[in-house]
């Protein structure tokens, strides 16, 4: 740990020392200047989007199509331009001198396409050189495909879904993985929620959200453990264009759960200095189904704020993100009355009558006493230093998860689970400059976690800390048609949990911790323990273009992951789940090898992809029910089923598919499919003897998923419209029957399929300009009856034996909501 911090030091240091001699060097600001034409007509653009992505900052074109950009440090940039109607262009750049000049020449494209990411690279890549497999979703699309959360919306993509309890509680999952093997970012920085829980969301503010970059695969190399399975950058809101000041005013409504979201947003950016500033509230009522009725403790209410300051400097740029989280969520438990099959609720301790739910109280916002309350708070600092050619990058956050689920009928302000989850994040990179085109980067980056159990009265897990780092390299090159990345990394992971007794409290009678023994000789719920974990990753990866419409891309990278908390050390009730969860302390870190291979093909009027994978993991990491001798659930607490992790050797395999079809000369239609499908395979020789094909498969596998679409984009010659657009969704679920039926963990779920409506417009006054953004959806348009695979809900049934139909809760019936943003400028 010494050695770690005092690299990092080191780091700070020379940091210093460079941008002292990178201030002597440089006082001037730089100007980026240039214009952007139609390729075809050679007429300028106006109102196109220049953006700068590594620094934060951009412009729009005037009504000659040029542009300026003021305020900028010296160095090497990648620039994107996007204009709708157009495809998105990229250009490398080295701003040097008082002024530099990039044009740009857009040819006319009816596929919408984004050409910049950032994540998973050293710095910013144009997405057709990667060879990761990294999908990019723009804000038209999160637009246009609302949902009742931030990853349901995302559950749409191909290669992507989430298990869910209920309609503001989603898990995102990538190829079949999910809990912390996929790591969520927030602006690129870790977003540490306590995501090994099954009910434990992200805490995320859906309405700053601006645009998604999803890495399928392993991520390790740049992110370390918990990227065994892939990334989710959740990137927000981004400054105004320079020399303006923005606002808008988001107002939402949806049927099912009578949802009412409000967010107000202020942004600017003078002088090279942009900021952002937004609040967000959504509440919820029980959503509801034609079977369940409403589904009781599946309301919310949701408070966020968030901020940020950006400043371009002459030797670089500097970031500063706030956000504040808070939302208040109801518990679901699926207890029911056994003649009427209504929802009850808990009102004693002793839980020896439960009363029917009113219809009042299912048809209010006002959380129920049993719920859970989580906050989450966020710091981060960013910042880049221009070396000539070359780029320091230093970052530092903070961010402080509690999470507190009150389970105490009779004492509602007392918290059963109380976890209050603190993290610090640190990472340094320097991009050199380029050498004969090798673009190398070298970085440092990890944590330090620590998470205080002690002041609730439910211990599923004792109080930890742990000290993550890792340091890697990574090279890339463009020659020709091609474009080549490789790097490698190693981790190392000191972990230590505290003991922990406990004693009765003598007014409550509830248990209380303490990491002394209350009496001598007492045996304490968790040992003290200690664990070293490091693993070794790396990517080798390229992509070729055969033609300037065709690439191929093709990747083999190498994951690692130590195992959470949860799975080293749970030993009791998680409230929220009905779960009583066993961990193993001789557990060893995952590793994993995966193959992708993938074929895109982009033109004016077409595009499409197909990729394909391979995952071998050993030392799978997978939870599995515990069964009696005589095959029934064994019980260790009332009401709760137990649950024990198991480690053992699974594949999973699969694909995604996507086409996108502009029919010409119909320009004005759009056709799109998608399609994905996972298997995965538990290999475990132990778990195939005593199980046979029961224990062939691997859980939480999500089926095979479809999506086509039909869309038509009006263009309106007399109305003061832009962005006109109607479509329907068909929505496919297969039947899963590739479930682990060992333990009764899973059972088969029907397939089927969902109809949904989309509509949008946007209302422009004399100048062009929008002043009111509507968007329209109607979400299961025929009142379909349904269970998804991944939904928790699904196996709450108190009565399994009963015969009547229709067991466990089913997801949500018609919704239709409708949102609009009032645009403006100050």
Not at 213 to 222: D, F, I, R, Y
Not at 234 to 241: E, K, M, S, V
Not at 528 to 534: I, L
Not at 600 to 610: C, E, I, M, P, R
């Amino acid at each position: 740990m010494k050695h770690k911090i005092g690299w990092v030091f080191f780091l700070l240091s020379w940091m210093g020392v460079c941008s002292t001699h990178a201030a002597d060097r440089i006082n001037q600001d730089h100007i980026l200047t240039g214009q952007v034409i139609d390729s075809a007509t050679h007429q300028p653009l106006a109102g196109a989007t220049i953006f700068i992505p590594d620094l934060h900052t951009g412009t729009i074109s005037d009504s000659t199509g040029h542009y300026v950009v003021n305020h900028l440090p010296e160095g090497r940039f990648l620039v994107e331009v996007r204009f709708i109607g157009y495809t998105t262009s990229s250009k490398e750049v080295y701003i040097q001198g008082k002024t530099t000049i990039l044009n740009f020449s857009l040819s006319p494209s009816l596929i919408e396409q984004s050409e910049v990411v950032i994540t998973g690279q050293s710095r910013a890549t144009a997405l057709r050189n990667t060879p990761i497999p990294v999908i990019a979703i723009n804000r038209q699309y999160l637009q246009e495909n609302l949902g009742t959360n931030i990853i349901s919306s995302l559950a749409r993509i191909p290669g992507v879904s989430a298990v869910s309890t209920g309609p503001n509680v989603a898990k995102p999952f990538i190829r079949g993985l999910g809990y912390n093997r996929i790591l969520t970012l927030y602006d690129g920085q870790r977003q540490e929620d306590q995501q090994w829980g099954d009910e434990h969301g992200v805490a995320v503010d859906e309405y700053n959200i601006e645009r998604v970059e999803v890495v399928k695969g392993p991520a390790s190399l740049t992110y370390g453990s918990d990227a065994m399975a892939g990334v989710i950058n959740l990137i927000p809101t981004q400054p105004a264009p320079e020399g303006h000041t923005i606002g808008s005013l988001l107002n939402e409504y949806q049927t099912n759960n009578n949802l009412i979201g409000n967010s107000l947003m202020f942004s600017g950016n003078h002088k090279g200095l942009g900021w952002v500033v937004r609040g967000s509230h959504k509440m919820a009522k029980d959503y509801r189904n034609k079977v369940d009725g409403r589904v009781y403790a599946t309301n919310f209410q949701e408070t966020d704020f968030s901020g940020s300051l950006n400043k371009t400097l002459p030797w670089g740029s500097t970031r500063l993100d706030l956000t504040y989280f808070d939302d208040l969520q109801g518990i679901p438990d699926g207890s029911r009355d056994s003649a009427t099959r209504r929802f009850t609720k808990q009102i004693t301790e002793a839980d020896t009558f439960r009363p029917i739910v009113p219809e009042s109280e299912l048809n209010s916002y006002r959380l129920p006493t049993l719920h859970q309350h989580i906050q989450h708070a966020r710091i981060y600092w960013a910042n880049s230093l221009n070396i000539g050619q070359s780029e320091l990058q230093l970052n530092l956050g903070f961010e402080q998860n509690i999470r507190r689920e009150y389970s105490h009928p009779e004492y509602p302000a007392i918290p059963g689970l109380y976890l209050i989850l603190n993290t610090f994040t640190y990472g340094v990179k320097y991009n050199f400059s380029a050498t004969s085109g090798w673009q190398t980067t070298l970085g440092l980056n990890g944590m330090y976690q620590h998470d205080n159990v002690t002041k609730g009265t439910e211990f599923i897990i004792p109080s930890y800390g742990e000290l993550d780092g890792g340091i890697f390299v990574m090279t890339q090159k463009s020659w020709n048609n091609w474009h080549l990345m490789a790097g490698i990394r190693l981790d190392h992971r000191n972990f230590h949990q505290d003991a922990l007794y406990t004693s009765p409290n003598p007014t409550t009678g509830f248990d209380q911790a303490t990491s002394q023994p209350p009496s001598p000789g007492q045996t304490p719920e968790f040992y003290e323990a200690n664990h070293v974990y490091s693993g070794l990753s790396g990517s080798l990866g390229a992509s070729y273009q055969i033609t300037p419409r065709l690439t191929l891309k093709a990747n083999l990278a190498r994951g690692y992951r130590a195992p959470n908390i949860v799975e080293i050390s749970a030993n009791g009730v998680h409230p929220g789940t009905n779960i009583y969860q066993i961990g193993n302390p001789d557990f060893k870190p995952e590793f994993s090898l995966e193959e992708d291979l993938g074929l895109s093909y982009t033109s004016a009027h077409v595009s499409f992809y197909l990729n394909v994978f391979n995952n071998d993991i050993q030392h799978y990491i997978y939870n599995a029910r515990v069964l009696t001798v005589n095959g029934q659930d064994s019980v260790i607490v009332p009401g709760n089923q137990t649950f024990k992790y198991r480690q053992g050797h699974a594949r999973l395999y699969g694909g995604e598919m996507h086409l996108d079809v502009h029919p010409h000369p119909l320009d004005w239609l759009h056709l799109e499919t998608d399609l994905s499908t996972v298997y995965g395979l538990n290999l475990d020789a132990a778990q195939q003897k005593s199980g046979g094909d029961s224990a062939k498969y691997l859980p939480f596998i999500p089926p095979l998923h479809g999506l086509t679409e039909i869309r038509a984009n009006i263009r309106w010659k007399k109305w003061p419209l832009n962005n006109t657009y109607l479509a329907v969704q068909a929505e496919y679920y297969a039947t899963q029957n590739h479930v682990m039926l060992a333990y009764n963990t899973e059972t088969p779920t029907p397939g089927y399929t969902l109809f949904n409506l989309h509509a949008g417009t946007e209302l422009v006054n004399r100048q062009g300009h929008p002043y009111l953004e509507l968007t329209l959806f109607a979400d299961n348009l025929f009142n379909r009856l349904y269970q998804n695979h991944l939904s928790r809900l699904k196996y709450m049934e108190p009565y399994p034996d009963d015969p009547r139909p229709y067991h466990g809760i089913y997801g949500m019936g018609r919704n239709i909501g409708i949102r609009a943003i009032i645009p403006f400028t100050l």
